[in-house]
């Protein structure tokens, strides 16, 4: 009985510190410069997993423990806009829920990527892109970020431009200044400098109509040959090959420092119980997901994120009548095989 109650306790306590259910995601409505400006004020920032790149000290981060990867996500009401930007590690989002255009450009003029749930886009770094929910409906994108420290955004110039406008002011040290809220820039601390026209010239320009090898559409997934891990479809999304694991490359496969892969679990399928050298992010998309642990199971469902550790032996099962489909991410751009037990 004694032994039970521990195992509860250490289950309880890794699902504490590694499972974030999406109906508990903790927006922040003020992470950015431009949450001010008509327009995209309505937009709500999660940081899932790692710090992001936030620029308020009201961002809620669910789990801190370091990945080499930050995992996010952005909800927004229909035509809610995130200005356009620049980041310095690689960039990719994972459509959740609603339809979203991707638009390139310092000021949009590189033109736009329309993107449907279950759809990835991975945008290289230093190019300016931003993204409208053009749905009629709230849509939700995960976004997975490179590093442990993904730096700070750089804000196109009107941005900036937007941003005073609306009284907000953003600082050398990456936080903001909210003059509506009767707050001044601090005396030891100087606004940064606008992006000027020079900054966006020494910035890539990539168009929207030269990045189908920067997209990978759900409806592609079915052409990709399956893993060869028993009981799941696992298809690659973003990195190397693994021919250990009887996988080619990702569509996307130059080096963002992680990789991702898409699961697929018919109903009543299951895996051996396995283990991995890599942390394991399970974003669940569609369907539930009964995850295995050493302590206890744990049932997933669409929108919510599950970190398994490194070297905990996991089991994934689909118990329902329903297909169940997740998007996995794991640290490197190598991936290794699992160790299976049978
Ligand atoms: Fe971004």
């Known amino acids: 009985m004694a032994q039970a109650a521990a195992n509860a306790q250490r289950h309880a306590t890794l699902l504490d510190e590694r499972l974030v259910r999406y109906a508990h995601l903790k927006p922040c409505t003020t992470a950015f410069i431009d949450t001010r400006t008509p327009g995209s004020a309505e937009k709500e920032n999660f940081t899932i997993i790692g710090p992001g790149v936030s620029e308020s000290p009201d961002q809620h981060v669910h789990v801190r423990l370091p990945h080499g990867f930050n995992i996010g996500g952005a909800r927004q009401p229909p035509g809610c806009v995130n200005s356009q930007h620049s980041h310095e590690t690689a960039e990719v ?6 339809t979203w255009a991707f638009k390139m450009g310092p000021d949009h003029e590189d033109g736009q990527v329309v993107l449907h749930p279950g759809d990835t886009i991975s945008i290289p770094i230093h190019v300016f892109r931003g993204f409208e929910n053009i749905g009629d409906a709230p849509g939700f994108l995960f976004a997975v970020l490179g590093g442990d420290d993904p730096g700070r955004v750089t804000w196109a110039p009107y941005v900036f431009e937007n941003a005073r406008k609306h009284g907000l002011v953003l600082l050398e040290d990456g936080s903001l200044v909210d003059t509506t ?21 020494r910035l890539g320009r990539l168009k929207a109509k030269d990045m189908d090898g920067c997209v990978l559409r759900h409806a592609a997934l079915e052409g990709t040959r399956p893993g060869s891990l028993k009981g799941v479809r696992e298809r690659p999304v973003i990195g190397d090959a693994s021919p250990e694991e009887g996988l080619a490359a990702g569509h996307m496969s130059w080096s963002h420092g992680f990789h991702v892969r898409h699961l697929g679990v018919a109903p009543g399928d299951a895996t051996h119980r396995h283990e991995r050298h890599e942390e394991e992010v399970i974003m669940m998309h569609a369907g539930r997901l009964m995850v295995g642990l050493a302590d206890g199971d744990v049932e997933l469902g669409p929108g919510d994120v599950l970190t398994v550790p490194i070297g905990m032996a996991r089991r994934f099962s689909n118990t329902t009548q329903e297909p169940a489909e997740a998007w996995i991410v794991r640290g490197g751009d190598h991936p290794r095989a699992p160790t299976v037990y049978s």
């Open 181 to 201: 809220r009767g707050e001044t820039v601090p005396a030891d601390k100087r606004p940064m400098p606008p992006t000027t026209e020079a900054d966006v010239t």
């Open 93 to 98: 989002f994972i459509v959740h829920s609603g």
